[in-house]
């Protein structure tokens, strides 16, 4: 009897389990040696033989082409996390990775999925607690504690001593755009612009307060720049439309050829003179604009810049207090923006239209410098998680303790919830304690410690008086209070790690039957 398809592949029970947990172990140990301050980088180099260095766990998985259905589980997990709180990538995956291993061995004890999962998830509301618990309320006005969490999301990145200078970018940008919605505070990065440019170096990188629109302007006749200038946004096309179906024009007399050149001409004056009668010294146009509309512009000292991004008119709407306008007969001078200067600047190779100097913008710009491409791209990826740490504390006002402190006190908490709740559950919970562990004991790996000392030692202080600040000082290897010595982290990265990864362990985990409907490729499913 035939009842799947043929060439179906199907794995069942305990070997489908391990096949599974081994797919998303592999992911977690890719990226085990980049976490902390000494981790190393990866080298990827994709099919099109560009390379990229770095150790952002969700940058090195967003490279990786990964084929097993756990292990992309895994990947997701780090987009999960960078998605929702922009740092703790590595964190995050190499929990989920460490909570299977463990989970392993109690399947190997003939303990039930369900058990251990169920074990997993009182042990990860457990550990929401205690986070809750040692979190410590901070100021979101004291910017040396923001510097501190900005700087330590950058320590792992090869940024080197310029990770102040972004720091303080970064706080600077977050705090502009920062809004209270009702009774909570709102901090959407996205509204912060990161424009890249190879040259200078990474201390002349600066914050815009504006925008700065990728364009040069459109008429080398125009003004080059423009002091407290009148900003209109348009939405439509300053040019003479094409019908959408084909006409024929009879033409008899020579005037009339002259009669509807002048026609196209003085429709085109008429969207420049209500341009110019709005006020608007300065125009973004999200479509075309035509070669003679450009050069009556030009003769009014008009700036104009064509074509420019959705995105970009929709931070300048923010940035400028503008409208953007879909019809031109629409504009008024209440829908303008207003800049204290708006200038055609040279940077690198290309022109770019700096729109800055606006009062309370909701937008702003970083103008990001550096030597290398290389060095650019990785620049860029450590300003984002110093911006996400930045925003998550301004959002969720609450800090712990860096170093593995936190994993540690985690651990020592469900520890003494566990033998509360007693059965076979305990045994999955303490395996959960365990498995966070791993965090302080791979920052010891990755820094040419002895892990089993560094877990002793953290173990020893964590019973003492806030003990719950202690954590491995990587440099030094000896365990010190983490919180004092300025490496701190946003308690929501942390939460969401947690959250994630027992997640996708959980679900990895009650896997005992794959079917595969096409037969795969040799290995395609293997370890």
Same mark, same amino acid.
Do not use: W
């Given at each position: ?215 040069? =302007? ?53 969207? =420049? ?219 929501? =990265? ?34």
């Amino acid at each position: 009897m035939l009842i799947l398809k043929e060439g179906t592949d199907r794995r069942r029970g305990r070997g489908a389990q391990r096949n599974n947990i081994m797919a998303a172990r592999i992911i977690s140990e890719v990226l085990r040696s980049t976490l902390g301050p000494r981790g190393m980088d990866k080298m990827l180099i994709d099919s099109l033989g560009d390379i990229t260095i770095t150790n952002d766990g969700a940058a090195i998985l967003d490279e990786v082409d990964v084929e097993h259905p756990a292990a992309k589980m895994i990947v997701e997990v780090a987009k999960t996390q960078d998605d929702m709180v922009g740092d703790g990538t590595t964190t995050a995956v190499i929990l989920a990775g460490e909570l299977l291993r463990k989970a392993e061995e109690l399947l190997e004890q003939n303990i039930h999925p369900t058990v251990i999962v169920s074990g997993y998830k009182k042990a990860s509301q457990e550990a929401m607690a205690i986070l809750d618990k040692i979190g410590t309320p901070v100021d979101v006005k004291d910017r040396e504690t923001l510097k501190r969490v900005a700087v330590t999301s950058m320590a792992s990145k090869a940024v080197g001593s310029a990770r102040t200078h972004l720091a303080v970018i970064a706080i600077d940008a977050v705090k502009q755009i920062a809004e209270q919605r009702g009774e909570r505070k709102v901090a959407d990065i996205d509204n912060i612009q990161i424009t890249k440019k190879v040259g200078e170096s990474l201390f002349d990188t600066q914050l815009i307060k504006g925008i700065i629109i990728d364009k040069e =302007v459109v008429h080398p006749e125009m003004p080059k720049r423009i002091e407290n200038a009148k900003i209109a946004l348009l939405d439509c096309p300053l040019e003479v439309e094409k019908g959408e179906f084909n006409a024929e024009i009879r033409i008899k007399d020579p005037t009339q050829i002259k009669a509807f050149l002048d026609k196209e001409t003085s429709m085109l004056k008429e969207m =420049v003179k209500k341009v110019k009668t709005s006020g608007a010294k300065v125009l973004f146009c999200q479509k075309g604009v035509d070669d003679m509309t450009q050069h009556l512009m030009a003769k009014a000292g008009i700036i104009a810049a064509r074509r420019v991004k959705k995105s970009d008119m929709e931070k300048l709407a923010k940035a400028t207090g503008g409208r953007t306008i879909t019809k031109l007969d629409d504009l008024k001078r209440q829908d303008l923006g207003n800049a204290g200067l708006v200038e055609e600047r040279k940077v690198g190779e290309d022109k770019m239209i700096f729109v800055e100097g606006c009062k309370n913008p909701r937008s702003v710009a970083i103008l990001l410098r550096a030597g290398l491409d290389r060095m650019l791209d990785e620049a860029e990826r450590a300003l984002h998680d110093a911006l996400s740490v930045i925003a998550d504390v301004i959002e969720h006002n609450k800090i712990v303790a860096g170093g593995g402190a936190v994993e540690s006190e985690i651990a020592r908490g469900l520890r003494n919830y566990a033998k509360k709740i007693g059965g076979r559950e305990q045994l999955a919970i303490e395996a959960f304690a365990n498995s966070v562990e791993i965090v302080p004991k791979t920052l010891a790996e990755n820094a040419g410690l002895e892990p089993i000392d560094i877990l002793v030692a953290l173990r020893s202080a964590h019973e003492k008086t806030k003990g719950y600040l202690m954590g491995v000082d990587v440099f030094t290897g000896k365990i010190v209070d983490m919180q004092g010595k300025g490496v701190i982290e946003p308690s929501r =990265v942390k939460e969401q790690a947690v959250k994630s990864a027992t997640e996708a362990a959980s679900m990895i985990i009650r896997i005992d039957d794959v079917i595969a409907s096409t037969k795969p490729k040799e290995g395609k499913y293997g370890p």
